[in-house]
C-alpha cells in the first residue's frame, strides 16, 4: 500500500549519470475497504479514484503514508543512502520525505498519471518527478 521502487538502481542511475531506468510500483486502499495494488500500468481511473481519495480524506492519506513510512524505512540501508543524496536530506529522513513529498504530490495534482507512465521510458523527461522527489516542486 505504497510507493516502492528499487531504490538502489534509482539513486546510482541518477547519481552516475547513467540512464535513469527505476522501476516504481503504487498501491494506495480505495474508498472503504477496496485496496489499489498495481505499478505503472495501474490503469488511469484507478489513478484517479485514489487521487480523489486522497483529497477527500486527510485521515486516508495520512494512513498511506504513514505506511510507506514503514515500507520505505525497512529498504537496505545502502539503498536509503543512495535515495538521500539524491533527495538531498539525511538518509534518517528518507522514509518521511519520500512518503510525504510523493503522495502529497499525487494528492494535488502535481504528480500525474502521464509522469508515472513516463518512469519507464529513457526517452521521457522525468525532470518534475525527481523535483518532487528533491521537494523543489
Not at 498495481?38 to 480524506?57: D, I, P, V, Y
Not at 525497512?74 to 536509503?80: A, M, N, T, V, W
Not at 495534482?109 to 518512469?119: A, E, K, P, S
Request: hydrophobic share 45%; glycine share 8%.
Amino acid at each position: 500500500m505504497f510507493a516502492s521502487w528499487n531504490f538502489a538502481r534509482f539513486g546510482r542511475d541518477l547519481i552516475s549519470g547513467g540512464r535513469m531506468r527505476f522501476e516504481m510500483r503504487f498501491g494506495a486502499v480505495l474508498l472503504g475497504a477496496s485496496v489499489l495494488a498495481g505499478c505503472t500500468s495501474a490503469k488511469e481511473s484507478r489513478w484517479n479514484s485514489a487521487q480523489a481519495a486522497m483529497q477527500g480524506s486527510p485521515a486516508f492519506k495520512r494512513g498511506i503514508i504513514a505506511d510507506c513510512n514503514k515500507q520505505v524505512g525497512s529498504e537496505q540501508l545502502k539503498d536509503r543512502q543512495a535515495v538521500a543524496r539524491l533527495m538531498n536530506v539525511s538518509v534518517s529522513r528518507v522514509p518521511a520525505a519520500f512518503c510525504s513529498r510523493f503522495f502529497n504530490a499525487w494528492a494535488s495534482g502535481r504528480l500525474t498519471y502521464r509522469d508515472i507512465q513516463g518512469i519507464h521510458s529513457q526517452a521521457a523527461d522525468n525532470s518534475r518527478f525527481v523535483r518532487i522527489l528533491q521537494g523543489r516542486q
